[in-house]
Nanobody, 122 residues
Framework: QVQLVESGGGSVQAGGSLRLSCTAS????????MGWYRQSHGRQRELVAN???????TYAESVKGRFTISRDNAGKTVVLQMEKVKEDDAGDYYC????????????????WGQGIPVIVSS
């Protein structure tokens, strides 16, 4: 069973920087993609950024040019570097991984981290 452990959340002043990290652990697995979602009060959980094993990344429009997502060579740690943080970036951030199943072919299942808070002060 794959588990995701998140770190790096906390408080930051608007305009500042914050770095979120998430590492996957478990027995013999491969990951198709890893990313970060956030959920703010009263809102649905939304994609912030996602990094696929092909090397492609997707970003929410609101964070383009400010956030950067990257993965290590093993593909099991994903980092979200947040720059020029805005008050709207506040919320609970959840790490997500699409873990490839042994069967059926080309199938995968989602794994979620427990979430970490990002608090932005003005």
């Amino acid at each position: 069973q794959v588990q995701l452990v998140e770190s790096g959340g906390g408080s930051v002043q608007a305009g500042g920087s914050l770095r979120l990290s998430c590492t996957a652990s478990g027995k013999a697995f491969s990951i198709r993609s890893m990313g970060w979602y956030r959920q703010s009060h009263g809102r649905q959980r939304e994609l912030v950024a996602n990094h696929r094993s092909t090397g492609d990344s997707t970003y929410a429009e609101s964070v383009k040019g400010r956030f950067t997502i990257s993965r290590d060579n093993a593909g099991k740690t994903v980092v979200l570097q947040m720059e020029k943080v805005k008050e709207d970036d506040a919320g609970d951030y959840y790490c997500n991984a699409d873990v490839i199943n042994l069967a059926p072919l080309d199938s995968y299942h989602e794994v979620w981290g427990q979430g970490i808070p990002v608090i932005v002060s003005s």
